[in-house]
């Protein structure tokens, strides 16, 4: 009796609990004729920016739906969910709609008055269409705090050098996806990213095209040419020092509009110490002018400097606009900085004791020849095949890092170089870490809506205005990236950018893209923090013995910059009148 008083009182417990169930939600029908509704539509933020994996929600009569699957929206914003009810539910039954995501408020139910009867199938069963549209504000959530206060801790420790910036990244990082998978868990409001959308974050093609040139310079080093380059300058100057500071800016900043600038300043740093010394000048005032002008010259391509790479990959840019948008005013800027620097250290090289030329001459010419010719030709066909992908890249539809990697894995076969010495040594791995990890903060950022809070500040502060935009973006990139290094500030840029150009009547020529080029790249020769090329710069000078301090270097190299930049400001202005 025990027993079946048991089992008669559990099986009483389960119909309760099912029906209880049964009363909180509304079943779809499956069986015999039906009401069939289909409802569809987009959800978008207040700026018109689809939102994905919006949760749906469909109540009849007050109460919840439930549905097999769960109803969310597209990349694109786009949702549809077929509901089943029971016959003759509609069009008397009062149809509302929910939209919820973390980080967003939970719009409030809307009440559907455009559910149209369609068609009426052979079994019975009556088909609905319905469509509404959402838009969803931001909500302040503690995955917004949490999010934000990871993005500044990380600057701060880039910025005041407490920590390696690899390091800071992977920290800040690992941090947001843990609060992710840990509070979020529990919690929504706690969900900053999910492991999906931080994958997504991470830009490859910006990886790949940095690692594909590293290796393309790797292989290109061994033939001496970038030394060999140096020794020619000297040669064309002829003794002269003025003459000779300007040949190597040059130089240098050619150079680094098609290699990157770190590489090439390591490269012809060496060379003109020795250059210095012989002609009994401090090596400091042709090292400065060169850190200086391997910035210009990066500024002007794609492939040039980091922050352009970025910039091109998240814009979808091509080789040829970054030339033909940046070229000129690079060089502008470059000869005025030539002229500016020959003026500035016109008593140090008027110290030069020449000495006989043409012996240093051969000297140079025995130190510094083409160590491998038969390379050279080879990786000089492989650049320039690279190059060619560059420019026609955008015809072809084809990323950047395509055309890098190609030329990059051809060089590699036909060069017979030691790969496992190319992978350990030529490719900085903490570079490519760092931009991977950081992609991830900036997107933690941007998906609890803070990089969003940013980029409408700056719309009502510039009030729609493009010109106003135009010069907040140069000026503040340019200053910013003086002060932090200039690769985590346009990442954090990049979403507000874009977001600009479609909200500003008139951006839509992609104005602000070469404000935001030219002010992070060009705004990193402020100090000697603010480029990665200033900071090897110094960190050599220093182990030959010629040390730079940081206020030395402000003295030299900050006037140029905002003169490089009021010349930006004139240029970009010009351009849109």
Partial sequence: MARKRFVALFIGLFITLGFLSASASVPQDKAGPSDVLVIAGTVTNAQGKAIKEAEIAVFVDGREIHMEEEVTTSKAGRYEAELKLPLSTLPRGKVEIEAKKPSYQSSRRIALENVVREKEDPEGSVYYLAHHSFVMKRAITPAFWIAALVLVLVYALIAFEWMHRTLAALLGAAVLMTVSYTAGTFDKDYMILSFEDAMHAMDMNVIFLLMAMMIIVGVLKKTGVFQWLAYKSYQLARGNVFALASILMVVTAVTSAFLDNVTTMLLIIPVTIEIALTLKISPVTLLLPEAFASNVG????????????????????????????????????????????????????????????????????????????GLLVKGGII????????????????EPSIAALIGAAVLLVISKVDLVEMLEHEIEWPTLIFFMMLFIVVAGAEETGLIQMIADWVNDLSKGSLVTAILMILWVSALASAIIDNIPFTATMLPIVGYLTTAIPGAESGVLWWALALGACLGGNGTMIGASANVVTVGMAERAGHPISFMEYLRVAFIPMIITIILCSFWLLLVEM
């Fill in 298 to 373: 990066g500024t002007a391509t794609l492939i040039g400097d980091p922050p352009n790479i970025m910039i091109g990959s998240y814009a979808k840019l091509s080789f040829v606009d970054f030339v033909q948008n940046l070229t000129v005013i690079c060089a502008i800027c470059l000869a005025v900085t030539v002229v500016y620097f020959v003026f500035w250290y016109k008593k140090g090289y008027m110290k030069a004791q020449v000495g006989d030329v043409q012996k240093m001459i051969k000297r140079l010419r025995e130190e510094y020849r083409i160590t491998d010719r």
């Fill in 383 to 398: 650049l320039g095949i690279t190059i060619f992908l560059f420019i026609i890249h955008g015809a072809l539809h084809m």
